[in-house]
């Protein structure tokens, strides 16, 4: 079974500061989907990392991938207050039909 | 564009009550999923589909089952519920290698 495993679980900045969020995954994929969940809300589409060393945009976050070391980070520069929210990272599975398997999320809280 | 609509968007039932959660994509998706969140375990998938006609069990499919009559329905019913399948329960859809987009999620409590 793939696993995905996200660190931190629980991240607390100030405004203004840098972070990663890390993504490790236990099988073969080349796959690695970033999303956003704000409280009691849905799952939005961050990003989307299809091939190894792919690296991708928007505003103050940055996602990448290296499938070698089957490991994704989203990166944050300069944390907002609107960044505050839960992340999850998310892998398919070529080999049994585009399941997606989610990590546990990393629970964001940007204090002013 | 309405995306992926779930009905309903909250209920209660009680234990040992039935009940069928409705999922509704107009993206023309052939893959279909259904998850549960709960708290400290992120999403884990109950069931999916990978066209019209066809289910598959995920992670956790005990106490559910699905069935994928029409391309842009994609339904979970609970025979008979359980306090433990107290949840959240989010539907998604994707093409193949492409991003899933997410209905709103139905709460549902069971007492």
């Known amino acids: 079974e793939l696993k995905v495993e996200q660190n931190p679980l629980f991240l607390s900045m100030q405004e203004g500061k840098n972070y990663t969020i890390y993504c490790n995954y236990s099988?073969?994929?080349?796959?690695l989907y970033w999303y956003r969940q704000d409280p009691g809300k849905s799952l939005e589409s961050l990003f989307v990392?299809?091939?190894?060393?792919a690296v991708k945009q928007e505003g103050r976050l940055m996602a990448s991938l290296d499938t070698k070391a089957r490991l994704s980070t989203l990166h944050i520069t300069a944390a907002v207050h609107d960044l505050s929210a839960t992340y999850f990272c998310?892998?398919?599975?070529?080999?049994?039909?585009?399941?997606?398997?989610f990590g546990t999320g990393t629970s964001l809280t940007v204090i002013p | 564009n309405a995306g992926v609509t779930q009905t309903p968007k909250f209920r209660v039932l009680k234990t040992g009550q039935s009940m069928t959660l409705l999922c509704a994509q107009d993206?023309?998706?052939?893959?279909m999923y259904w998850y549960r969140q709960d708290p400290g375990m992120g999403l884990r998938l109950i069931h999916y589909s990978v066209g019209e006609g066809t289910t598959a069990k995920g992670e956790v499919p005990d106490g559910y089952n699905v069935s994928r009559l029409k391309k842009q329905n994609f339904l979970l019913g609970l025979e008979s519920a359980a306090p433990s399948q107290t949840s959240v329960y989010f539907c998604?859809?994707?093409?193949?290698?492409?991003?899933?987009?997410f209905g709103q999620g139905t709460r549902l409590t069971v007492v």
């Open positions: 998310a892998v398919d599975s070529r080999n049994t039909g585009n399941q997606f398997y």
């Open positions: 993206m023309n998706h052939e893959y």
């Open positions: 990392l299809l091939s190894n060393g």
């Open positions: 998604a859809s994707s093409y193949w290698a492409t991003e899933a987009f």
């Open positions: 099988t073969t994929s080349d796959r």
